[in-house]
C-alpha cells in the first residue's frame, strides 16, 4: 500500500546516456514533483505538474524533461546524462496545497 | 523567488533536552511552512506545518511557531527522544492555487546524545 513509489532505487549509467525514472502515486492526488537532492543534502524542486499546468524551475537544463501518462504518474526522463546530474531524486505529490508525500528516493550515480 | 535560510546546520543535545531549529524567509507572499524529518536513505516525511493565519501550532513533543512581520518560524522538540536524531527540514511555499512546489532550508542534522 505504498503512497509515492519510485523505480529504480538505484541506478548507475555512464555520461552521456539517456535514462528514465518513473514515479507513481496512489493517494488520488491532483499534483506531483520531482526534487534534487545533492551530495549536501540540499533539496531543489525542479517540476511542479497538475492536469493544468507544468511549472518549470528556471535553473533546471532541458536535457530533463517530465512526462505525465497520466495523473497518477510523472516520470522524469534525463538526456545527455553528465556527472554533475548525480544525486539522489525525489517525487512528491499532493492534493492541492495540502501535505506533499515524498517517494524513498532514486540514487543516481553518473560515471 | 522565495529564498530560506536554516539555522543550525547540526545541532547535538541530550536525550531528554530541547531542541529549536530556526528558518527565515524572504518573500512576504510565502503563506505555508512545512517541516519535514528525513532519516538516514529515507524520503522526507513531514511531521508539522503552519500557514500564515496561526502564529503557533502544536502536536505532543513538536511545535511550531511563525512570526510573519519578521519572517521567521521555529521549529521546537521537547523531551528529545534517540529516535529524534534525524535531518530536518523547513520549507515555505506560497498558496496560488497552482502547482507549487517547496523551497527547502538547507537541513539541521539534529543529533540525540544518549
Known amino acids: 500500500d505504498t503512497a509515492v513509489s519510485q523505480t529504480p532505487k538505484y541506478l548507475v549509467t555512464q555520461m552521456g546516456n539517456d535514462k528514465s525514472i518513473k514515479c507513481e502515486q496512489n493517494?488520488?492526488?491532483?499534483?506531483m514533483y520531482w526534487y534534487k537532492q545533492d551530495s549536501k543534502k540540499f533539496l531543489k524542486i525542479m517540476f511542479s505538474?497538475?492536469?493544468?499546468?507544468?511549472?518549470i524551475n528556471e535553473t533546471v537544463p532541458n536535457r530533463f524533461s517530465p512526462k505525465s501518462p497520466d495523473k497518477a504518474h510523472l516520470n522524469l526522463h534525463i538526456n545527455s546524462l553528465e556527472l554533475g546530474d548525480s544525486a539522489v531524486y525525489f517525487c512528491a505529490s499532493s492534493q492541492g496545497l495540502a501535505e506533499q508525500f515524498f517517494g524513498p528516493g532514486t540514487r543516481l550515480t553518473v560515471l | 523567488g522565495e529564498n530560506v535560510e536554516q539555522h543550525p546546520s547540526t545541532l547535538s543535545v541530550q536525550e531528554g533536552d530541547s531542541a529549536v531549529i530556526k528558518c527565515t524567509y524572504s518573500d512576504s507572499a510565502s503563506n505555508y511552512f512545512p517541516w519535514y524529518k528525513q532519516e538516514l536513505g529515507k524520503g522526507p516525511q513531514l511531521i508539522i506545518d503552519i500557514r500564515s493565519n496561526v502564529g503557533e501550532k502544536k502536536d505532543q513533543r513538536i511545535a511550531v511557531t511563525l512570526n510573519k512581520t519578521a519572517k521567521h518560524f521555529s521549529l521546537h522538540i521537547t523531551e528529545t527522544q534517540p529516535e529524534d536524531s534525524a535531518v530536518y527540514f523547513c520549507a515555505a511555499s506560497f498558496a496560488g492555487g497552482g502547482a507549487d512546489g517547496l523551497t527547502f532550508g538547507k537541513g539541521t542534522h539534529l543529533i540525540i546524545q544518549p
Open positions: 493517494l488520488g492526488h491532483d499534483t
Open positions: 505538474y497538475n492536469n493544468k499546468e507544468l511549472i
